[in-house]
């Protein structure tokens, strides 16, 4: 799987939008760009996932690039429940005869400042 | 809908004794994977069943690490013998099917002393 670079941690102050960078220059064309993010004490949880155009969810959205080499998760209104590790992971859309893994890096950890 | 349920929470061995964690994942989900996460880093994938199958063990260390999935539901994943370096936090997770998202259970905190 492509590498990912994602900031060690980003602080924000609670009810202002947060944009959570994601670098991902060697991405290939079937690569999906994932988003989990990791509460205190808890397993991760899936965010938002995306391949070319911008998603949105009830949880967030996501930007790409242009030329996909980048990325951007945004947070619209932060809450003191946002703070996590929050990781970026490509994921091969070709599931082929075994699955592709998520791979983990160190992620960005977000502090939300009341 | 219920989540993954995994049990013990916390457990605190002594090095070389052996342990076993249990997982249930959400009902339908024919994929479950066991990750382990060491303090301050990401979660690694030790194992990935396709219901009653392994589909991936490449990163399990099969020398003190196994795992099973018995008739494609609960798993169960056994270290023995423990070594102060399998401290960590166990995670399981499931998803519908390989490439679907996945879904975490809260995880099991291993201490070994």
């Known amino acids: 799987d492509a590498k990912t670079t994602q900031p060690n941690s980003m602080e924000s102050n609670e009810e202002e939008p947060v944009h959570l960078p994601c670098n991902h220059s060697?991405?290939?064309?079937?690569?999906?760009i994932h988003w989990y993010r990791q509460l205190p004490s808890q397993g991760p949880e899936y965010v938002i996932h995306?391949?070319?155009s911008n998603v949105n969810n009830r949880m967030a959205s996501l930007a790409i690039a242009e030329d996909r080499k980048s990325s951007t998760l945004i947070l619209h209104r932060a809450t003191l429940r946002d703070a996590a590790v929050y990781y970026c992971?490509?994921?091969?859309?070709?599931?082929?005869?075994?699955?592709?893994?998520?791979?983990f890096g160190s992620g960005t950890q977000l502090t939300v400042l009341p | 809908e219920a989540g993954v349920a995994q049990s013990p929470r916390y457990k605190i061995i002594e090095k070389r004794q052996s342990v076993a964690f249990w997982c249930n994942p959400i009902?339908?989900?024919?994929?479950l994977y066991w990750y382990q996460q060491i303090l301050g880093q990401g979660p690694k994938l030790l194992i990935q069943?396709?219901?009653?199958?392994?589909?991936?063990d490449s990163q399990l260390p099969k020398d003190r690490f196994s795992a099973e999935r018995l008739k494609g539901v609960d798993s169960t994943l056994k270290i023995q013998p423990a070594k102060l370096e399998d401290s960590a936090v166990y995670l399981c997770?499931?998803?519908?099917?390989?490439?679907?998202?996945?879904?975490f259970g809260p995880g099991t905190r291993l201490t070994v002393t």
């Open positions: 997770a499931s998803s519908t099917l390989p490439h679907y998202e996945q879904y």
């Open positions: 060697t991405i290939s064309g079937t690569d999906y």
């Open positions: 995306g391949l070319t």
């Open positions: 992971i490509l994921r091969d859309r070709d599931i082929g005869g075994s699955a592709r893994q998520l791979t």
């Open positions: 009902s339908g989900h024919a994929t």
């Open positions: 069943f396709q219901n009653n199958g392994v589909v991936d």
